[in-house]
Structures are given as structure tokens and as C-alpha cells.
């Protein structure tokens, strides 16, 4: 069945009912179109997450995890401790300061020296420090060595991490006059009071993070 009509130029024209889109197809198209939708939306809901980890791992990031972990557990230091120092000294991107300090932890090659003493490693060159496994061995005794003299104190050992021992000493000596303990508050190095707390804050961070790649679960 068909019906006919003109065109404004007097053309005449046919158009067929059979011409119309039937049920099946409308329902094909649709079917396809639901099915487009759902598989977009497994897509997203599978890409959302990776994007999330992926953007975590820029901001706080984690190489070099089983070494954390080997020396966390050798020396007695929370590796997550270990990882917030990383973060706090270099963001995992070793380079030399201008200080001279060197690797990831950021080791002065005097305070390296003294460790390998310490430690009798005679073997030892200030060049090692370029090494990640040796510049987080070394590290990681310095904060375990720390953590002794200050009684296990990481406020204490952080501090003097950043600012030395004699400066903390100093700051000890001078809070112990006034009869109270050192807080953060109280150290006057703007500088390592924030080193102090963004180390403490990041290492929460990596145990919430990567508590699998440390070791935690």
C-alpha cells in the first residue's frame, strides 16, 4: 500500500508505508543502544578506580617497596616510617643537594661514613649512596640509631634526621630548663618543625596506602 504526492516542483512522488522503521527494528536499536550503555558504564566503573590509584600514586608515591620492607624488618624501623622519609627527602626522585647529601634519604657523606663505622663497613664509598638498596640501608640505620638515642622518640629522631643532633640537644636542653617537654610547637626551625609533622602525616599515609607493599597485611 502506498500513497502519492507531488513536490513543489510537481514531481510526483511515493511514499511507502513499507518504508517506516517495523517494530523489530526499533527494538534492535534500542536493545543496542541499552547495551552500549551498560558496557560504557562497566568501563567507567572499571577505569574510575585505576585513575584513582594512578593519581594516589603520583601524590604519594612507593618504589623500591620490598627493600623498604627488608630493611623495616632488619633494623626495627616501621616501614612506613621508612617510605614518609623517603617522600619527605625526595619524593623517590634521588639527586645530590647542594649540602652534598645524596640518594633517596638524602645522606650527608660525614654522616655516611659514620654509619659505615658504626656498621664496620669498611667497604664503604660515598658513591654507594647512589644506589637505592644502599641509600635505604644506610638511611634506615641512621633512623634506627636516632630512634635509640632519642628513646625510641620519632619527633625527637626526625628532628635530628633534618637539623642534627646537636641542634636537637640544644632544643632539649633549653625546653628541660623551662620544665616542660619539646613539642613540635617548640622547635625553632620553621623548616624541621614542618619536616617533622609532613614525615609523621605521610607515614599514616603510606600504613593507610600500601599497607600490602609494606608488609602490613
Sequence with gaps: MGV????????????STYG???????????????????LLLVAVIEIVPLAQRAIEHFELPLQYASIIRQQG??????PALIAAVIYAETRFRPRTSVAGAEGLMQIEPATARFLAHRSHGYAFRVADLGTPAVNIAYGTYYLRYLLDVYGGSKMLALAAYNA????????????????????????????????VAEVLGKQRAYRSHYAKQLGYS
Design 20 to 38: 517506516t522503521p517495523s517494530r523489530g527494528r526499533i527494538v534492535r536499536r534500542r536493545l543496542t543502544a541499552l547495551i552500549a550503555g551498560v
Design 164 to 195: 642534627g643532633e646537636t641542634n636537637v640537644d640544644n632544643w632539649l636542653t633549653a625546653a628541660r630548663a623551662q620544665h616542660h617537654a619539646l613539642t613540635i610547637a617548640d622547635i625553632p626551625l620553621g623548616q624541621t618543625s614542618a619536616y
Design 73 to 78: 624488618a632488619e633494623k626495627h624501623v616501621d
Design 4 to 15: 502519492s504526492n507531488r513536490s513543489a516542483n510537481g514531481e510526483r512522488r511515493n511514499y
